[in-house]
């Protein structure tokens, strides 16, 4: 077992964001570089040391005093039979760990973030996890928590975040446009409405909305949310009672943000801010409303200057009227996983058990001045931490917690295991929201739909996507 001499950074609790897919997990394959992965290393890790057996976990993370870190510190303080080491890499995390499957040098438990699981389990390099999920300890879960990285009816890792969208608004701009801060939009027509009066009475000072064009992940916050919400499609424009891409449903959201584009209800500049731009912007009163994840009410409170004083809030995201609101969409691409060449799997899942009820507990207890919302799948654990005061008195919390019970996954997403020939939905939505009255913009997401739905039928051929994966018995967005 390899122990890196190096350990890179990354931001705490909020950020573990999804760095793309890991291709080729295949035992085969091999690299000149593999040895060079983690410079200095030592063999080490599933030996017993004295009566302790050692255990490495890798994880995503940039600081060396990381949630998971932390979490796991407070697991070996907890006993005195195993012992666990967390190795931290940032943005190389998924080539690092390529590296290391490639070359069998393997970490006893890992973060699943950047990688295709999917590939890696058919490769035999990750362990089920099976044998351990009893039905007792499975009901503690949301039903989807064991659906995710299922494979061939087998469960290769637990995630350990919920991730999902909410509104979030500045009550300040609220009041100065003359709107009753404690009443956000119920419908995408009536967000318009406000965010018009916003940009109004900002005079140029501040805007109603902001959309960050430049971040490819904006059209997974801001139109597959409202999609999936509607009942129109699932993720990136796959419409699953169909089994086929259709982003030509998607089109009224285009259009809806095209207007506000035209309008100059955006933010001036769209087209070249991101999303951590936005958030800054946000912050510093420049703009009113904007979609982002539940777990910037972390970022906001505890690591974004100006977050705590600025006055904010959340709510549901909109659709339009009219429209029936289907399930939530539960976004679960983070888990732990065990590698298959672990010597003490039994171990590695007790610290996995302990890891996943106190993954947002332990940096509350390292650090008592911060205090953290719950976003664990253990609903039990969440009304623990959630319903305590000093929780509940966070900005943010009143939109995170409603609407909890109606959140879902999709057990497979399509578009994540495309070989695309042709423009993917992140090249060509932003043209068609900022130039899509000097385009045709059914035949732009036509064309969208055929080079996906190419990519899909070569998908299925070669066994990558099932069927069963891309048009599920009695799939219903409203019940799922």
């Not at 080491?85 to 998924?94: G, I, K, L, M």
Request: glycine fraction near 8%.
């Amino acid at each position: 077992m390899r122990k890196g001499a190096k350990h890179l950074c990354m931001a705490g609790l909020g950020v573990m964001l999804a760095a793309g897919m890991l291709a080729g997990c295949s035992e085969n394959e091999k690299t000149e570089t593999a040895g060079s992965a983690a410079e200095g290393s030592t063999e080490q890790g599933q030996q017993s040391s004295g009566d302790k057996i050692e255990l490495t976990v890798w994880v995503r993370a940039s600081s060396k005093e990381n949630s998971q870190k932390v979490t796991f510190d407070e697991f070996n303080e907890s006993q005195d039979m195993i012992h666990v080491n967390v190795e931290s890499y940032a943005e190389t995390y998924p080539e690092v760990l390529k590296l290391a499957f490639n070359s069998g040098d393997t970490p006893d438990i890992f973060s699943t973030v950047g990688i295709d699981l999917k590939s890696c389990a058919e490769a035999g390099l990750v362990s089920p996890l099976d044998p351990f999920l009893t039905d007792e300890y499975k009901s503690q879960f949301m039903s989807s928590a064991f659906s995710v990285f299922n494979y061939d009816d087998q469960v290769y890792a637990i995630p350990d975040m919920t991730r999902y969208i909410r509104l979030f608004y500045n009550k300040d701009l609220f009041r100065q446009a003359g709107l009753n801060p404690e009443t956000p939009p119920s419908s995408l027509e009536e967000m318009y409405d406000m965010a018009k009066k916003i940009t109004e009475a900002g005079n140029g000072e501040f805007y109603g909305f902001g959309l960050p064009i430049k971040s490819s992940s904006t059209w997974e916050r801001y139109v597959d949310d409202i999609s999936v919400l509607s009942g129109l499609t699932g993720p990136c424009g796959f419409d699953y009672t169909t089994g086929k891409f259709d982003f030509a449903k998607e089109k009224p959201i285009i259009e809806y943000f095209g207007k506000m584009y035209k309008d100059g209800v955006l933010m001036p500049g769209s087209e070249s801010i991101d999303i951590e731009m936005l958030r800054a912007n946000f912050v510093a009163g420049k703009v009113g409303m904007y979609f982002d994840g539940n777990w910037m009410i972390n970022g906001y409170n505890n690591e974004i200057e100006g977050g705590k004083d600025a006055d904010w809030e959340t709510a549901l995201v909109p659709i339009f009227e009219g429209q029936k609101r289907a399930k939530d969409y539960l976004m679960l691409d983070s888990g732990i996983a065990i590698s298959e060449k672990c010597q003490n799997k039994e171990a590695a899942f007790e610290a996995i058990q302990f890891y996943l009820h106190n993954y947002y507990t332990a940096p509350a207890k390292r650090n008592p001045d911060v205090v953290l919302p719950s976003c664990s799948l253990i609903p039990a654990d969440n009304e623990a931490v959630n319903s305590q005061p000093q929780v509940q008195a966070l900005k943010g919390m009143k939109g995170i917690m409603e609407g909890e019970d109606q959140l879902s996954a999709f057990p497979v997403i399509p578009s994540t295991l495309l070989t695309l020939e042709g423009d993917d939905r992140n090249s060509v939505y932003p043209l068609l929201v900022i130039q899509g009255d000097s385009m045709d913009i059914d035949a732009e997401m036509q064309k969208l739909s055929d080079t996906y739905n190419a990519a899909l039928e070569k998908a299925v051929s070669q066994g990558t996507l099932k069927e069963s994966d891309i048009k599920p018995d009695g799939f219903d967005y409203y019940t799922r």
